[in-house]
């Protein structure tokens, strides 16, 4: 499985950015999807995943509210954005079962998100 993140970039807090993470190979392994991100000199985090069926999603709790997880991609629209939520996120896929923890056994590049004051 190849999983190919896109979004990210610049934006002032209070805006919104879109992240995108596209699955190719053998995709029906994968049970759930999800993001995490890592800002300088902290550990990563899981800032949200999702099942395949979509019927299990989970967000930390920081993100609750502003960020959300769709299917589609595992696209995680991000709103009302914080300069706390600048980080490098990445995108992962998981053949466990079960969003959170998510047990990721593969792994997107990472795509930079920078949120200024």
């Known amino acids: 499985v190849q999983l190919q993140a896109s979004g990210g970039g610049l934006v002032q807090a209070g805006g919104s950015l879109r992240l995108s993470c596209a699955a190719s190979g053998r995709t029906f392994s994968i049970y759930a999807m999800g993001w995490f991100r890592q800002a300088p000199g902290k550990e990563r985090e899981l800032v949200g995943a999702?099942?395949?069926?979509g019927a299990s999603t989970y967000y930390t709790d920081s993100v609750k509210g502003r960020f959300t997880i769709s299917r589609d991609n595992a696209t995680l629209q991000m709103n009302s954005l914080k300069p706390e939520d600048t980080a490098v996120y990445y995108c992962?896929?998981?053949?466990?079962?079960?969003?959170?923890?998510?047990?990721?056994?593969?792994w997107g590049q990472g795509t930079q998100v920078t949120v200024s004051s």
């Open positions: 992962a896929a998981s053949r466990s079962r079960g969003v959170a923890p998510l047990n990721a056994d593969y």
């Open positions: 999702i099942s395949f069926s």
